[in-house]
């Protein structure tokens, strides 16, 4: 079974600065997809980002981009010039397809704060 | 990605009864699965429902408690059963599109009293 962890429940950044979030996770499987979502206050799933296993490049959207360690099976988020709208719950999350399963398995969370 | 609507956005129950969420999304989607968010938890899967088929269930959760229908490609449909205080959560659905990402509804806020 796969898990996901997420060892900073809570974070805080001064608006403008950057922050990265942690992302660690255990699978026996080669082929998997990670995903960062976010979850503001009203409670509404965004995905964020999404990074493929086999892609070596890191993923980058905008503002967000991840450093994607799969021999350390480690996936962290970074957001750059930190925005209040980014103040919400991330969630870390894992994918394969393998055994047919088609579960996402999530994190529990680290909620953000972007400070004034 | 896929427009994604449920309904009620949230509801007060009282224990014993039984509450169905809708959820509906504007295109056609082949993989549709449904969450429960717990007071400040993560999220987790409850089962999947496939259009024509009996929904598939995570361990720890049983038809019986939480009967789902699948009558479309663009709607499925949550019963909480006899509910009681413990299935006070979010509800939230979900749809599989484009490489394998999920698409999440606005959830439903369910109060059991």
């Known amino acids: 079974a796969q898990t996901v962890t997420q060892s900073q429940p809570e974070m805080s950044v001064q608006e403008a600065e950057t922050v990265t979030l942690s992302c660690t996770y255990d699978?026996?499987?080669?082929?998997?997809?990670l995903f960062w979502y976010k979850q503001p206050p009203s409670r509404q799933m965004i995905l964020v980002i999404r990074?493929?296993?086999?892609?070596?490049q890191n993923a980058t959207e905008n503002r967000f981009s991840v450093n994607f360690q799969k021999a350390a099976k480690s996936f962290s988020l970074k957001i750059s010039d930190s925005q209040l709208g980014d103040t919400a719950m991330y969630f870390c999350?894992?994918?394969?397809?393998?055994?047919?399963?088609?579960?996402?398995?999530f994190g529990k969370g680290t909620k953000l704060s972007v400070i004034p | 990605s896929a427009v994604i609507s449920q309904k009620p956005s949230r509801d007060i129950c009282q224990r014993g009864t039984s509450l169905t969420i809708q959820c509906q999304v504007d295109?056609?989607?082949?993989?549709m699965f449904w969450y429960r968010q717990q007071p400040g938890q993560s999220l987790t899967l409850i089962a999947t429902?496939?259009?024509?088929?009996?929904?598939?269930?995570e361990s720890g959760f049983v038809i019986d408690k939480f009967p789902i229908s699948r009558p479309n490609l663009t709607f499925s449909t949550l019963t909480v059963s006899n509910m009681s205080p413990e299935d006070s959560s979010i509800y939230l659905c979900?749809?599989?599109?484009?490489?394998?990402?999920?698409?999440f509804g606005p959830g439903t806020r369910l109060t059991v009293l």
């Open positions: 990074q493929e296993a086999y892609k070596q």
């Open positions: 699978t026996s499987e080669s082929n998997y997809y």
């Open positions: 295109s056609q989607v082949t993989m």
């Open positions: 979900s749809v599989e599109q484009g490489y394998n990402e999920q698409f």
């Open positions: 429902a496939n259009q024509g088929s009996e929904a598939t269930y």
């Open positions: 999350a894992f994918y394969s397809t393998g055994a047919g399963s088609y579960q996402l398995t």
